[in-house]
């Protein structure tokens, strides 16, 4: 075999193995825990939305991606195949709570008008929805 050839076969072999590492750590790395992760944010339902409503671009890269911790009323308990929702402030003005699945069974109790702080990941505004936050986990129910 001639030396070109072997060094490319080289060459090859360890970029198909840090190219196959690489993709197993990316789709094996552990999860984000939302529960032990401190808050970036603490404010009120209403004050999120007021952030984005006035720039939302400013309001994504701000809170974009962040754990933000949210007190409202709750105005709606929107039940789909995605779980369990909370819509706090209201439905005009709303951040949309997606509680995390494995929180569901702690939930279930809170009641329309009662008030709620749940802590969660910012996914940014929707024009429908409002602030979205994921992964859900209720710190405190009045």
Known sequence: MKLGLKIILII????????????YYVFNKPHRNIAKERPAF???ASELFEEFNMNEDLGNKKF???VIQVSGKVTEIPMDENGISFILNNSMEAVNCTIDV?????VKKIKLGGKVTLKGKCDGFDMIMGVVLI???LIEKK
């Open 135 to 137: 992964k859900c986990i």
């Open 12 to 23: 090859t072999g360890f970029i198909l193995f840090f190219g196959l590492g690489a993709t």
């Open 64 to 66: 974009g991606n962040q």
């Open 42 to 44: 603490i404010m009120e």
């Open 102 to 106: 494995q929180y569901e069974d702690k």
